[in-house]
């Protein structure tokens, strides 16, 4: 993974609210295969970095590179197509319909309805939901919801996943329930990039760390490098 291809580039990229500096100078390399996990407090810019690679935002500076092309100009939907996917932080679940309804809806780019059924299938024994397929995802568990909603963030077999605050709000069982699925769905070859601040979470999982802070990259390394640096401890602590 150490040098595999980037898949994704951020070079140089800011984006300013008004007067805010939300995010300055960022340069990012995500590699194929790679868990890399992006921290820091809260405010720090890490949301707003993955709505600009997912479109919701365009940069105010600088350059957006996935698979060596870049993002400019493309729509959200094509992102979606060439395979980038995200769960965001606030549920993205349609809380009306059953789990197999909004599992329907996430994989609709699967075209045969043999293939969807199968697919289906396959999402709900592995996300374990199967028990649960006809029922409405509003009397769904947090951790039950955000399980189906990284189901539907896999639905479309992306090449590049984004996770925002993926076990916020869990118990310890549902936390390393999603981490084993998170490590499964690596290990399935997609690639990555988590967004948390439980620092026990990002050591069970991340290859690779970076370190946000007032909109900057703070700091970068293994999850080793990154827990001894004491400049990191101290924004931290300093929360
Ligand atoms: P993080 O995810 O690291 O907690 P965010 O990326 O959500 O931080 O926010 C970074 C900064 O940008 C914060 O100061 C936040 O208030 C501000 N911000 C985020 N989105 C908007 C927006 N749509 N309009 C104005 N300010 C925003
Ligand atoms: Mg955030």
């Known amino acids: 993974v150490q040098n595999s291809e980037p898949i994704l580039k951020l070079s140089n990229v800011g984006k300013s609210f008004g007067g805010l ?3 300055d100078e960022v340069d990012l390399v995500i590699r194929k295969g790679e868990l890399h996990c992006l921290i820091g407090p809260n405010g720090a810019g890490k949301s707003t970095i993955f709505k600009m690679i997912m479109g919701i935002f365009d940069p105010s500076d600088g ?10 100009h493309m729509k959200k939907w094509d992102r979606f197509k060439e395979g980038i996917s995200i769960k965001m932080q606030v549920p993205g679940v349609f809380g009306d319909l059953t789990v197999y309804e909004n599992l329907r809806i996430a994989a609709q780019r699967t075209y045969s309805k043999k293939a969807l059924e199968e697919k289906i299938n396959y999402l709900l024994e592995e996300f374990n939901l199967t028990h649960l397929k006809g029922e409405t ?6 951790g039950q919801q955000q399980s189906l909603e990284m189901g539907m963030a896999i639905a479309n077999d992306p090449t590049l996943l984004l996770l925002d605050e993926p076990v916020a709000g869990m118990g310890p069982e549902e936390t390393q329930f999603i981490s084993n699925l998170i490590k499964k769905i690596n290990n399935n070859g997609i690639t990555i990039l988590f967004i948390d601040h439980d620092m026990e979470f990002v050591r069970s999982l991340a290859q690779q760390v970076t370190v946000l802070h007032l909109g900057k990259k703070f700091a970068e390394g293994t999850i080793e490098d990154i827990e001894n640096n004491e400049k990191v401890v101290e924004i931290y602590l300093g929360q």
């Not at 350059?63 to 400019?72: D, H, T, V």
């Open 21 to 23: 500096r939300a995010v």
């Open 137 to 142: 995802v509003n009397n769904l568990s947090h």
């Open 63 to 72: 350059q957006i590179l996935y698979k060596g092309k870049s993002l400019a």
